[in-house]
């Protein structure tokens, strides 16, 4: 059908491994964060971006929740992006699964090596969009307190990006550096970071539509016990509701 992908993989396996053993591991283990242009290759970066500005017509994104709880302040203040979530098997989102797909690999072949616990799972696709009407996201942490999100995994789709005029720079705060690293969100490029408290980050004010597309990996013990720990606390505030 039209919509089948051309699977001409920008990056062979063997590609995507030499990859994360030379530059990602490397990378991740001395400054916490990578980045890499031209992840998929224009042919399907383009069908990628195609997509996600279909979903956008389709108004099928959504206003971000709020970070902080509802302070009053105007919502675009604090996060104004739209957001929809994305499996990638959805008609009309074939690209992103392919994405989702190179994606997995290259972060199961540097999690193996990096952390002592397996990354099995992963949120689904959270298709973003910042409208350019100034609005950011203030900085914050993606996981402050063990959520089981270890890496964060964003792919910026945006062609003749000029941060000068567009702002949009996503800037990470590497914890107990001297430095920040202020990163434009341009087509085709893959920024990985570890969710954490390492690496606290914001949103620049953006001056034209910005797309991105995140997907966070768990770490699955850190997931576990985050479960458990809610399950718990919803239980021990049942039983107090109870008594
Ligand atoms: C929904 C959600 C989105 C984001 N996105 C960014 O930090 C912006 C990254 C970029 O677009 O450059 N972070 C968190 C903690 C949540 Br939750
Ligand atoms: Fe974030």
């Known amino acids: 059908s039209r919509n089948r992908m051309p699977f001409l993989q920008h990056l062979t396996d063997s590609q995507l491994e030499q990859l994360a053993l030379e530059r990602i591991i490397p990378a991740l283990l001395d400054r916490g964060f990578f980045y890499l242009d031209r992840f998929l290759g224009e042919a399907v970066g383009r069908m990628v971006l ?35 979530w994305r499996s990638g098997t959805e008609r009309g989102s074939e690209a992103v699964g392919f994405l989702l797909k190179q994606t997995d690999k290259l972060i199961s ?58 702002g949009g720079v996503l800037r990470i705060f590497p914890e107990g550096k001297s430095y ?18 390492r ?17 966070w990996y768990f770490d699955s013990e850190e997931r576990a016990e ?12 049942q039983s107090s509701t109870t008594s």
């Not at 709880?69 to 604090?78: D, L």
């Not at 920040?180 to 408290?197: M, Y």
């Open 109 to 166: 072949l540097c999690t193996g090596r990096l952390r002592k616990n397996t990354v099995r799972e992963r949120s689904k696709a959270m298709v973003a969009c910042y409208p350019g009407n100034g609005a950011g996201y203030v900085k914050h942490v993606d996981n402050p307190n063990a959520d089981g999100r270890c890496v964060t995994c964003i792919y910026y789709l945006n062609k003749n990006w000029n941060a000068k005029e567009h």
């Open 50 to 84: 195609s997509q996600v500005k279909q979903i956008h017509r389709s108004g099928a994104l959504s206003d971000g929740q709020l970070a902080g709880r509802g302070s009053g302040v105007c919502k675009s203040h604090i996060r104004g992006d739209k957001i929809a």
């Open 180 to 197: 920040v690293a202020d990163i434009e969100p341009l087509f085709d490029r893959l920024l990985l970071f570890w969710s954490d408290r």
């Open 226 to 237: 985050a479960k458990r720990r809610f399950r718990d606390s919803t239980a021990s505030s």
């Open 199 to 215: 690496n606290p980050h914001e949103v620049q004010p953006s001056f034209a539509t910005r797309y991105a597309i995140t997907v």
